[in-house]
């Protein structure tokens, strides 16, 4: 049986076909030149955490930072006061002061949006994870549901297989049997037939036997019938033929003469012709007239008779 | 079993219904008889009514007289056609059986001459047989000689065997004259007994003509002298010989085939025996030496034998006797009487008077079986003699107490007067063919 190994190879096939399947499915996965947010960002949630406190401790510093910056302007400008002459001297200082922080607060502000726009881009990065990620895990889902159902479909094609193998088998087994069956049927009838034409051959051979028989029996009985009208008109012309013989009266002895003589359907002779001439003109001469003379030969009736009829042979032999 | 077997086959071909052989009849028997002829009356053309014979007439008694022919009588004929020239219609005569026909015509031509021209047709195969023209002179003796030989053309063309119908006979007639004295006569006629010749005339009897083989001369036993003498006698010059005068008696003179001798009878020894003569040394042997009559010889064809009467045996019986061996054998045991052989010249048939009682008839008897044929149912009949064909034999016989001669075909069928124009006729002998 070659199931088992048809099995095996159906397997082999299957395993070898998920495993693609499988490996296919990395490399169709693989994401698009990524930013560098998915390298830091992990699979751990942690780490998502610490990068979050680290960012607000960043922002708190700079608060401080912003407060301390607002004092120290505070000071300046009582100093100013103080210092009018020096005022002059510092507005113009602080007017480059004041230019230097626009410039700065320009710069913080162009920062800040730089910032905003980096948040804006971080979130939509995250946004972005977070999608690649449900997709990722949907991805997998689907692979683990589609291995699933490969995994079922094969186990399914699998048993329909053995299913249909074995009903294949069974199949097999029964069309085998039935075909067992009418070839022995068939055999028997083909046995039963050939007794039956043997026995009608027979039938038919004793039949055509018998009939035959009786054919023969009926054209030996015509035969039998027309040798006997034969009979009775060669004796007839051998006795009309013999009352027109005037047997020449010579001493020679011994003589004897063959004739053919050809017949046309009356009776009349057509012609006499010595076959075999005895050598004495007038012994043969006495012959052609005793059938020339004796025409019309008496034939029989029956004209399915003439053939025999159509040729005669004469033999003249008076010592015969 | 052969016939079987045959008969077998027979049947198996005429099943097969192909190829069948062709019906095979045996004829053993025919009809014994003569050929039915018919001679038309021959065509004339001359200055004269009438021509000056019927040469049919003499045909058709010529070839009645064989035997042989049975010709068709004239009145039964249904059409005469006279022309050989002329076309035949055969049918006419199919339908009266007749096998051969004779047409001719006469014709006068110059110097009382005639053309005769015949033709002999095979009726039933609607053929021209023979024919043929002749030239031939006014006197009857002539006109008779040229009918005779169309007889025997006919007879030969028809049987295959000479006719002898131009041949002769010789006879003694017995008359007497005014002064009632006896008057032998050796006559020499036609072989139908016309146009009779005397050759020599005696008032003592004559006695055993015989013929020499050229048909020439003839030997006899004379008595002029008072006592038996052999001669012989050249019949165109008349020149006689006496051949032999022994004492006694001089009898039953026959020539040998080669002519050069003579059988004869002699006493002289005693007792009638028969010696042989050369013709030309006269030197005498003889032949037989018993004190029985041996007499009546002939010569056997080959010339080697000489068949004789004798009754040695006590009564007359015929006997053969060679020349060199001198052994005698008897030829005829059938009857009580038989004598006067006559030799077919073939030697297979000899005849002879054939006694039986008072009876004497004229018998054939075949040479190599013995067989007697009783040929006629007259008598006294005596005499016979073969034609030079074997055909027909002339004999003697009696009728109102006066010889007469008849012939006889050799199957004994056709028997005829001869007629004659007188006397009392005995003794005829039949020429050979003139050579």
Redesign the interface.
């Known amino acids: 049986m070659q199931h088992p190994r048809f099995l095996a190879y159906s397997v082999l096939v299957h395993v070898t076909f998920v495993a693609v399947l499988v490996l296919s499915l990395d490399w169709s996965t693989k994401p698009k030149p990524a930013p560098h947010v998915i390298q830091a960002t992990a699979v751990d949630e942690s780490k998502i955490k610490a990068e979050m406190d680290k960012l607000r401790l960043a922002d708190e510093k700079k608060k401080k930072l912003e407060a301390a910056q607002q004092k120290k302007l505070d000071d300046a400008k009582k100093a100013s006061k103080r210092e009018e002459q020096r005022l002059a001297d510092l507005k113009k200082k602080r007017e480059a002061e004041r230019r230097k922080l626009k410039a700065e607060e320009k710069k913080r502000r162009v920062e800040e949006k730089k910032r905003k726009t980096e948040e804006q881009k971080r979130k939509a990065a995250e946004k972005q994870r977070k999608v690649e990620e449900k997709k990722r895990r949907d991805v997998e889902k689907k692979r683990v549901a589609e291995e699933r159902r490969l995994k079922e479909e094969k186990q399914a094609r699998k048993q329909a297989q053995l299913e249909k193998l074995k009903a294949e088998e069974r199949a097999l087994e029964q069309k085998m049997r039935q075909e067992e069956e009418a070839r022995i049927k068939q055999a028997e009838e083909r046995k039963r037939q050939a007794e039956l034409e043997r026995v009608r051959k027979e039938e038919a051979r004793i039949r055509q036997q018998q009939l035959a028989e009786e054919q023969r029996r009926l054209?030996?009985a015509r035969?039998r019938e027309?040798?006997s009208i034969?009979d009775k008109h060669?004796e007839i012309?051998?006795q009309k033929?013999?009352?027109?013989?005037?047997?020449?009266?010579?001493?020679v002895k011994g003589l004897v003469c063959t004739v053919?003589v050809r017949i046309i359907p009356g009776g009349d002779v057509l012609d006499v012709r010595i076959t075999k001439g005895s050598g004495?003109?007038?012994f043969d001469?006495?012959?052609?007239?005793?059938v020339?003379?004796a025409s019309p030969l008496p034939l029989p009736k029956d004209r399915a008779l003439f053939?025999?009829?159509r040729?005669?042979?004469?033999?003249?032999?008076?010592?015969? | 079993m052969k016939v079987i077997l045959r008969s077998l086959l027979l049947?198996v071909i005429?099943?097969g219904g192909s190829a069948?052989a062709?019906?095979?009849?045996?004829?053993?028997?025919?009809?014994?008889?003569?050929?039915?002829i018919a001679i038309v009356p021959f065509g004339w053309e001359g200055a004269k009514p009438a021509a000056p014979m019927d040469v049919a007439a003499l045909v058709t008694a010529d070839l009645y007289r064989s035997?042989?022919f049975s010709p068709l009588p004239e009145h039964d004929m249904l059409s005469r056609p006279n022309d050989p020239e002329k076309r035949v219609n055969f049918k006419n005569w199919?339908v009266l059986?007749v096998?051969s026909l004779v047409v001719g015509k006469m014709r006068a031509i110059a110097n009382g001459q005639y053309e005769v021209k015949f033709i002999l047709f095979?009726v039933?195969?609607s053929t021209q047989i023979t024919g043929q023209t002749f030239i031939v002179g006014g006197k009857a003796s002539d006109l008779r000689a040229m009918a005779h030989q169309i007889s025997d053309i006919i007879y030969e063309a028809?049987?295959?065997?000479r006719g002898a119908f131009n041949t002769r006979i010789a006879y003694v007639t017995q008359s007497r004259d005014r002064a009632g004295k006896p008057r032998y006569s050796l006559q020499v006629a036609d072989a139908d007994g016309f146009g009779p010749q005397e050759i020599l005339y005696s008032s003592e009897p004559l006695m055993s003509p015989a013929w020499s083989p050229q048909g020439k001369s003839l030997a006899y036993v004379t008595f002029e002298n008072g006592r038996p003498a052999i001669y012989t006698q050249d019949i165109w010059t008349g020149k006689r010989e006496k051949v032999s005068s022994f004492r006694g008696i001089n009898g039953a003179p026959a020539w040998s085939p080669d002519g050069t001798r003579l059988a004869l009878v002699l006493s002289k020894g005693g007792s009638p025996d028969i010696y042989i003569l050369d013709l030309l040394s006269k030197k005498l042997t003889r032949l037989t030496r018993s004190y029985a009559i041996d007499t009546e010889p002939v010569w056997t064809p080959g010339g080697d034998a000489i068949v004789f009467t004798s009754d040695r045996g006590g009564k007359p019986q015929l006997y053969q006797v060679t020349l060199s061996g001198r052994q005698v054998k008897r030829l005829t045991f059938e009857g009580e009487y038989n004598a006067r052989a006559t030799l077919?010249p073939?030697g297979?048939?000899v005849a002879m008077v054939h006694g039986n009682g008072n009876q004497y008839r004229i018998a054939v008897m075949d040479m190599e079986n013995g067989a007697m044929q009783v040929l006629t149912d007259t008598t006294l009949d005596e005499s016979p003699s073969f034609a030079p064909n074997?055909?027909m034999i002339i004999y003697a016989t009696e009728s109102q107490n006066k010889g007469v001669l008849s012939a006889v075909?050799?199957?004994g069928r056709v028997r005829q007067r001869l007629i004659l124009q007188e006397g009392d006729a005995r003794e005829p002998v039949w020429s050979p063919y003139s050579r």
């Open positions: 054209d030996a035969e027309y040798q034969v060669v012309i051998r033929v013999e009352r027109n013989w005037l047997r020449p009266a010579g001493s053919k004495n003109s007038v001469r006495s012959v052609e007239t005793a020339l003379k053939d025999r009829f040729e005669l042979e004469f033999i003249f032999d008076p010592e015969g | 049947l005429s099943l069948q062709a019906l095979t009849i045996e004829i053993t028997r025919g009809v014994k008889g003569a050929m039915p035997g042989r199919r059986g096998e095979d039933f195969r028809l049987l295959d065997e077919s073939d297979k048939m074997g055909s075909s050799v199957d």
